[in-house]
């Protein structure tokens, strides 16, 4: 019925949901046999249950009455029918709406005041919800898109695991900021106005596009990037098969390494490190496929501190936004960002690395 | 679960049928709404959910997925009778986890 999901998974959850069972039954069931029994939102459902106690003493008591003969567990409907037919269809489907979409579905802030006076994400949702392995299941982004087009990218049919995601929302030419390094970024802020800058990396942008390899899809990143690709493949693969097992692991250990599987996609991490450290982003989106809550938590988690973006401020460093990668919304709210420079990073797999650089900071 | 099972096909397209169903599902959203943390007994609830969290495992930072169906059954009916006339004297529904049903 309801639910709320922050921090690591951990084999306490069953536990938990027993735990949850004993307080609805202490809390919120009193309160609902009280709505029940008195409120005027079951009126219906009481006149309902009087019908049934007299129609069963009517059947006990007076079994040789006509109506009884007639009618009693014949299943006869006939004159006590309803007009709309399709009523029950109506219901039954605002039940499913409201399961799968949520009564509500949002994250709230928790100030943990019982415990420590830290804040903590947390998201709360009533209705069904995918939980375990399939919240892994499909693991897609790009290294170097658009904010525009990551709806692309999240609709991929196949599942794509790929090192990590460089967006810079004022220039449309990520890769071709990136390749350019700090120095030549230093220079442009020196020399051009921002209009000037945003129009230069549309043009590297535009050029980027036409000559080089689309990577938002799985077969041109596997052109651009052959050995990361390659790489990837095997990384998928044993994911794929060993899904639940890598995703209690990935949340429990926090093993790390992958980033550094190939000599490229070391230097890529260096190169991202490097920027977020010259702090030449005023954001860092960390865009995850899994539950973004989830993934803050592991942030929170990994640098000991829950009000790590205003740790993060004090140190001058860049704020920090967790995006769904399939949430429309939260895909919309990256135009938000666009007043300021952003760093858009994968959290999947890859988000350890950035969680230790963050540790010293 | 499929429409169809959730009411035999005749009473599903009866007035009472209909009611039932509506009221059940007014009954998911009530239950829903009282664990809505920003309501007071939804911040009573996960009060006490992480407090005994807290308290048997040690944290909070841990997902808690309460999953309750809740169903109403009958209580109590006591019926007067006088000869071929019966009263409902008294009559309580309960509400029950799908778990204790």
């Not at chain 1, 939260?330 to 230790?356: C, D, N, S, T, W």
Request: aromatic content about 8%.
């Amino acid at each position: 019925m309801g639910g709320a999901r922050g921090g690591v998974h951990t084999t306490k959850a069953p536990l938990l949901n027993t735990l949850g069972s004993q307080i609805i039954r202490q809390i919120v069931l009193p309160l609902l046999e009280k709505e029940i029994n008195e409120g005027k939102n079951f009126a219906q459902l009481r006149q309902v249950y009087s019908g049934v106690i007299l129609a069963n003493w009517y059947k006990r008591a007076l079994k040789q009455a006509l109506v009884n003969q007639v009618y009693a567990n014949s299943k006869k409907v006939n004159g006590i029918d309803i007009a709309d037919k399709s009523s029950k269809e109506k219901i039954y489907n605002q039940y499913l709406q409201a399961y799968k979409k949520g009564v509500y579905n949002y994250i709230k802030e928790d100030v943990g005041i019982l415990f420590s006076g830290e804040s903590m994400p947390r998201k709360y949702f009533s209705g069904g919800c995918k939980i375990g392995a399939a919240m892994i299941s499909k693991v897609v982004t790009a290294q170097e898109i658009t904010p525009v087009q990551i709806k692309t990218v999240t609709g991929a049919k196949h599942p794509v695991v790929v090192p990590f995601l460089v967006v810079n929302a004022k220039s449309t030419a990520p890769a071709a900021r990136a390749a350019v390094g700090s120095r030549a970024q230093k220079s442009d802020a020196a020399t051009l106005s921002l209009e000037e800058r945003r129009l230069k990396n549309a043009r590297l942008a535009n050029q980027q596009r036409v000559s080089g390899v689309s990577v938002d899809n799985e077969e041109g990143f596997s052109q651009k990037y052959p050995s990361i690709a390659n790489d990837q493949r095997g990384i998928q693969s044993e994911l794929e098969g060993h899904l639940t097992e890598e995703h209690q692991e990935l949340l429990q250990g926090m093993p790390s390494g992958i980033m550094y599987r190939t000599q490229e996609a070391a230097e890529k991490a260096n190169r991202m490190i490097q920027l977020i450290e010259e702090g030449k982003y005023d954001h860092i989106v960390i865009i995850t496929d899994q539950d973004p809550v989830l993934a803050k938590a592991h942030l929170q988690s990994a640098t000991k501190t829950s009000e790590w973006n205003n740790f993060l401020k004090k140190k001058g460093k860049p704020q920090i936004h967790f995006i769904d990668s399939n949430d429309p919304v939260a895909i919309q709210r990256l135009g938000v960002l666009q007043a300021g420079k952003y760093l858009a990073l994968e959290l999947f797999l890859l988000g350890h690395l950035v969680i230790k650089k963050f540790k010293n900071l | 679960m499929k429409a169809s099972a959730l009411f035999r096909k005749n009473f599903g397209i009866t007035d009472m049928g209909r009611d039932l169903l509506s009221e059940d599902y007014m009954l998911k959203q009530l239950t829903a709404s009282l664990i809505y943390p920003e309501g007071e007994t939804g911040k009573q609830f996960w009060a006490k959910v992480y407090a005994q969290a807290k308290q048997k495992f040690g944290t909070t930072e841990i997902p808690v997925n309460t999953f309750n169906k809740v169903w109403i059954a009958p209580d109590k009916a006591v019926i007067y009778q006088n000869g071929n006339t019966a009263f409902i004297a008294e009559s309580r529904l309960k509400v029950l986890l799908e778990e204790d049903s």
